[in-house]
């Protein structure tokens, strides 16, 4: 689906209403998910890097539960977008976190495997990294993953708040340096929840995720 833009006209920042998702079910395997029919977008990322904080910026509402204890999204979350078609928003759960239980860890990442290689209505990722810390190697794992299965992917560099605007602006193009060599659909931003950093940015993105790109055309001649 194409989007025409007519230049010289106000442009929205969003085309979708995010603030309009809501809550569908928790599943703790893709066999508990909705219909695997429309579009999906995941949001993944160890466990302390602000997911769900983001998700709450981006829609605008507390939508998704945040702790401070990583590790309490042990479910696939499931919310869907009430004013477009079959489109859903997914919370992954939080990968790397070592103070859980060996067994409960294998299950959340057996989950997420079997969600990230089957489910057919995935069309982009949003992965989640704390922008002091980036490039795990579960990150990359699953960078790797998306390149390979030709999923796009939304890298957010987090809680970029938290360095000034210098060493913020270096990290985010060490990153884009060393993922432009995967030669993938990766887009790098720097993200701060708090305030509202990228917000922007990640909105576009899945805008164009969901409904496809905006072709720009000139306005028409009217003499």
């Not at 219909?35 to 977008?41: H, M």
């Not at 507390?62 to 079959?86: C, H, W």
């Not at 790797?144 to 913020?168: C, F, M, Y």
Request: proline share 6%; no cysteine; charged share 25%.
């Amino acid at each position: 689906m194409l989007f025409f833009l007519v230049l010289g006209e106000p442009v929205l920042k969003s085309r979708i209403k995010y603030n309009t998702a809501s809550f569908v079910t928790s599943a703790p395997d893709i066999t508990k998910l909705p219909a695997d029919t429309g579009i999906e977008v995941a949001f993944a990322g160890r466990s302390n890097a602000g997911k769900s904080s983001a998700l709450n910026a981006l829609t605008d509402q507390k939508l998704a539960r945040t702790s401070k204890t990583p590790g309490r999204t042990q479910l696939i979350n499931t919310f869907e977008l009430a004013d477009v078609d079959d489109m859903r928003l997914i919370d992954l759960p939080g990968y790397g976190f070592a103070k859980v239980p060996i067994e409960m860890k294998k299950k959340w990442q057996k989950s997420l495997g079997e969600y990230l290689q089957k489910r057919q209505s995935l069309k982009g990722i949003v992965v989640l990294m704390d922008i002091r810390h980036p490039l795990k190697d579960l990150d990359r794992d699953l960078i790797n993953w998306a390149v390979g299965s030709e999923i796009p992917v939304l890298a957010l560099l987090t809680k970029a708040d938290k360095l000034k605007q210098g060493p913020r602006k270096s990290q985010v193009l060490s990153v884009r340096r060393e993922l432009s060599e995967l030669d993938g659909d990766i887009t790098v931003h720097a993200f701060s929840s708090l305030k509202g950093t990228g917000l922007p940015e990640v909105a576009k993105k899945l805008d164009e995720w969901y409904l496809g790109p905006i072709v720009a055309i000139p306005p028409a001649d009217t003499e």
